[in-house]
């Protein structure tokens, strides 16, 4: 009793780091087979968006149109649609837990903080974190890292190069850079989270917290918001000229003075309409914004994200605008957003895989606030939505690269390819890369009572002002006939989830959020909807030696936008009979009765 213990883990991948970068790069190897191991310092998952920090996951797609992110975020998000009406953290915890935990090729280690490392060579050979609640120091021995930490781990730990800080004009000929370059971040945060009541909630401060007794000592931060409901205390920041690692404690303490001192204000100093609103929860482990970012073979820079740069190793995507907060943070003078420096982009830019990979550590990738990029870039990319799409993106690069027995580099550029394709069969969306379409749906017929060209564009969701979108009736199958008897193993499916949430109730700004910090202002409206275009039943069929209908996969409570599965036999003809959304007046209303809308039906 009360010894330390040793563990040795082997593995083909280890991802540190369990935020939405991380979870995602490990869910993504996992799938296609790989090893994994995901070791993350806290014991719930999802980094800022968990129930200890709060932050809400946004991305490209909440700036513009139809970029919303799709692959494992987009099954996270139905997920919790569909089981956490009211947006418990909780439950939100819950699913993201089990999504890793039930995860047959994931081992997962929580409460396990990496802080040491082995080298081979230019690589890393082994990693070993210490498990606060078994006392057990977790060595992990694997062919290839992931470093999702968001703080860098492994940089320290391997050498591995890095920059901190804001660049200078100079160096990367951006608009937004600076005269000269210096080290300062963006800050970090506490969130509060408050819920309006039906009565007056009186409210005590701690003797400890700051007084803040007019809206000029509040800075003039966005405080009388709390019916406005598509914001939060984002502003309550600091640590931008202190350094984001070493000095977070004593940042910490100063948040929670002013955290306290700003419910006090809205309370107590001035009507701020918070009367009847009760304070639910304030958090105490900082949410980090900027750390250490690691130099891959490309750093993404404000020209490129301001571009819409395509690049041919895309494998994300960011859309996010540039949101490039000042390092003065909570103190800084100014209206609302003043510490803020802004630019909306209007298109997706590629994130290149050779922002994913260390420049000089040979078996290291990394994802989400780690990525290669510049400040200003990094301002755009670091949205948990654009994060998780780029861990896995990573996670499915480790795939290949094990598949192979390459390093990240020469899997990038022998196979970079077969990374996208299989990126696109996950539904992850590749705004410059069209997906390849199965060789025996090329000449096969097609037949339905609406047009089926869309399923077979390559194309999974309206974008550039095109529907992308097959619109045909509920009971009337869609059939894909071949020219002869043909083996075929396996469907793929993408069904509209309703990208831009916008047949959902509520504010569709926070319906694209999955966990809004606030509830909405009055308890009739504390429940959130869930796509009704999804289809809810449908059946696989193939046509059997004697001309009959043979079921072959059938769904009667599907809540997700893409569905595959095996077939495996040889046929002259499959269909997909739709046969139920999960409808409401809204969509009838938009859709017509009894219809559904596909974006991709192919078979293998
Ligand atoms: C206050 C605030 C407001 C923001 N606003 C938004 C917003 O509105 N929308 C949005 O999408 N994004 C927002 N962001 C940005 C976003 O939250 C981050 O950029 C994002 O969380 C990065 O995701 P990640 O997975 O890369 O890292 P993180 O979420 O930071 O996750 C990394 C995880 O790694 C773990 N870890 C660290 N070190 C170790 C170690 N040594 N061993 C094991 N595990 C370790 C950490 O505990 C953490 O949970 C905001 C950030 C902050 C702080």
Redesign the pocket.
Known sequence: MGELRRNIIDADFCV????????LAAIAAARHGVKTVL????PV??????SE?R?????AG?RVPYLQETGIMEEIALENMYRNPARNFSVWDSILYEKVRFEPNITLLLN????QAKMNGDSIAEVT?FQLTTYTWQTVRAKLFAD????S?LAPLSDAETRKGREAKSEFNEEFGLEKADPYTMG??L?LQCRETDHPVAYTPPSWAYKFTTDEEMHNKPHTMLKDLNT?F?WI?LGGMQDSIHDTETVRDELLKIAFGCWDHMKNHGDHGADNWDLEWVGFL?????SLRYVGDYTLTQNDVEAGKAFDDEVAYGG?QIDNHLPGGFFMDGQAGGHLLKRRLTEAYGIPFRSLYSRNVANLMF????LSASHIAFASA???????IM?QAVGTAASVAIKYGLMPRETGRLHIREIQTLLQEDDCFLPHIPRAISEICKDAKWFSSGDTSALLNGIDRTYGGVDNGYFGKLNIPIVCTFPEKRRVSSFRLVVDSDLEREYMEGNPNLMK?PMPLFFAASYEHTSFGFPTCVLKEFTIDILDDNGEWKTVFEATDNIMRLISGKIDAETTAVRLVPKATWHSSRLYHTYGSGKCHIFAFEVK
């Not at 070791?39 to 806290?42: E, F, I, L």
């Not at 998952?45 to 968990?50: F, Y």
């Not at 932050?55 to 991305?59: A, D, R």
């Not at 396990?112 to 802080?115: E, G, Q, V, W």
Request: proline residues 2%; charged residues 15%; positive net charge.
């Open positions: 540190v780091g369990g935020g939405m970068a991380g979870m070791m993350h310092d806290r998952l999802g980094g800022n968006a968990s920090i932050m809400w996951i946004s991305g909440t396990c903080a990496c802080c974190g999702c930490s968001g703080d781990i970090m945060s969130m939060n984002y920041e900082p949410g980090k914004r900027e996010w994802a989400g606030r780690n670091r949205v948990m939505g654009t994060c998780g861990g959020i």
